[in-house]
T-cell receptor, first 111, second 113 residues
């Protein structure tokens, strides 16, 4: 089982819709979770971090964490074409000071 | 504030040549990470420094790869000799130890022919 899994996509949504991106992880006890956005040809950009079960909102972005089910998700409300990018999930596994990244989900928002 | 700085942004070299990639972390950050990204394997951690000391180099693929961090504001990743399969985008990232949020540089796109 891969340590951090994401559907590669692409996930296609129309402009104005809610995009839901999901990530599962294998190491129970993982403590820190991050979402990065990566535009084509650019570097990963940190957009959200979440550490506790529940929801964390920042503008149009909401991160959701469920440690019991070992998944973390990212919701993007009122999706815009400029949100089209690959979204990487990153997890800090127990006993590590580094992050393990998923391979990312490509999101396409059509006008 | 300046982010993570990497140079060169693009490097094209021939197989067998030495390649040196450079990174300047965000001022005040004391953890530095080198990653390699390819379509097939995604983003892979190569090596991690804390306070200029290499902590985990288990991701370094072969002895052809080496990394140094002579001071808090500079790190290098060297490949000698380079091979076509080393072609990838190499990212440097930095963070404050204990916070775990990593900030990435713009990357170096390496092509080995």
């Amino acid at each position: 089982q891969k340590e951090v899994e994401q559907n590669s996509g692409p996930l296609s949504v129309p402009e104005g819709a809610i995009a839901s991106l999901n990530c599962t992880y294998s190491d129970r006890g993982s403590q820190s979770f991050f979402w990065y956005r990566q535009y084509s040809g650019k570097s990963p950009e940190l957009i959200m971090s979440i550490y506790s079960n529940g929801d964390k909102e920042d503008g149009r972005f909401t991160a959701q964490l469920n440690k019991a089910s070992q998944y973390v998700s990212l919701l993007i409300r009122d999706s815009q074409p400029s949100d089209s990018a690959t979204y990487l999930c990153a997890v800090r596994r127990p006993g590590y000071s580094t992050l393990t990244f998923g391979k990312g989900t490509m999101l396409l928002v059509s006008p | 504030d300046a982010g993570v700085i990497q140079s060169p942004r693009h490097e094209v070299t021939e197989m067998g040549q030495e390649v040196t990639l450079r990174c300047k972390p965000i001022s005040g950050h004391n953890s530095l990470f080198w990653y390699r990204q390819t379509m097939m394997r995604g983003l892979e951690l190569l090596i991690y420094f804390n306070n200029n000391v290499p902590i985990d180099d288990s991701g370094m693929p072969e002895d052809r790869f080496s990394a140094k961090m002579p001071n808090a504001s500079f790190s290098t990743l060297k490949i000698q000799p380079s091979e076509p399969r080393d072609s990838a985008v190499y990212f440097c990232a930095s963070s404050l130890r204990g916070l775990f949020e990593q900030y990435f540089g713009p990357g170096t796109r390496l092509t080995v022919t």
